[in-house]
T-cell receptor, first 114, second 113 residues
Framework: AQTVTQSQPEMSVQEAETVTLSCTYDTSESDYYLFWYKQPPSRQMILVIRQEAYKQQNATENRFSVNFQKAAKSFSLKISDSQLGDAAMYFCAHPGQDGNKLVFGAGTILRVKS | NAGVTQTPKFQVLKTGQSMTLQCAQD?????MSWYRQDPGMGLRLIHY???????DQGEVPNGYNVSRSTTEDFPLRLLSAAPSQTSVYFCASGRQGKSSPLHFGNGTRLTVT
């Protein structure tokens, strides 16, 4: 069974500082993708970043980047220059063997202090 | 561009009642799915569909039915609501393939009393 583990139920960061959210996963696949989603209080699910397992380079989207360690099956999200609008629940997700069937971690609540 | 439209946003049911959560997408996505979100458990897959006329069970299918008569629509039916089905429900769609992200509706908060 595919599993995704987010070991930090809650994290806090000071505005303008950097925070890293952890995620580990389990898979028997060799070619796969990993995703981070953001869920603000509005409940909307927003795609933050996507990483392909075959790519050596870590994905980056503006202030968001990942640290992808394939051998360790680790996929952490780094948020630089944190802003108040980054406060949300963050979910790590990994597709199951059938492609689209995303398996989600339990989520990490990120609080941003001004 | 509407994306994934999910209705209603909120619903309160009594135990034993039935209802249908509606989901429609206008992106011509082959794949559609329903998740439920519960505190501390992330999102769990209820049912999914890879195309019109094809549906399959996810991780937590008991108590729910789905059908996919068109590419656009994927309703979720609660046959006899139970308090354990109190949750937030999300419909999501995407193109086929492991590289494609899912696009989500805005969710339905369901309370069963």
């Amino acid at each position: 069974a595919q599993t995704v583990t987010q070991s930090q139920p809650e994290m806090s960061v000071q505005e303008a500082e950097t925070v890293t959210l952890s995620c580990t996963y389990d898979t028997s696949e060799s070619d796969y993708y990993l995703f981070w989603y953001k869920q603000p209080p509005s409940r909307q699910m927003i795609l933050v970043i996507r990483q392909e397992a075959y790519k050596q380079q870590n994905a980056t989207e503006n202030r968001f980047s990942v640290n992808f360690q394939k051998a360790a099956k680790s996929f952490s999200l780094k948020i630089s220059d944190s802003q108040l609008g980054d406060a949300a629940m963050y979910f790590c997700a990994h597709p199951g063997q059938d492609g689209n069937k995303l398996v989600f971690g339990a989520g990490t609540i990120l609080r941003v202090k001004s | 561009n509407a994306g994934v439209t999910q209705t209603p946003k909120f619903q309160v049911l009594k135990t034993g009642q039935s209802m249908t959560l509606q989901c429609a997408q206008d992106m011509n996505h082959e794949y559609m799915s329903w998740y439920r979100q519960d505190p501390g458990m992330g999102l769990r897959l209820i049912h999914y569909s890879v195309g019109a006329g094809i549906t399959d069970q996810g991780e937590v299918p008991n108590g729910y039915n789905v059908s996919r008569s068109t590419t656009e629509d994927f309703p979720l039916r609660l046959l006899s609501a139970a308090p354990s089905q109190t949750s937030v429900y999300f419909c999501a769609s995407g193109r086929q393939g492991k590289s494609s992200p899912l696009h989500f509706g805005n969710g339905t908060r369901l309370t069963v009393t």
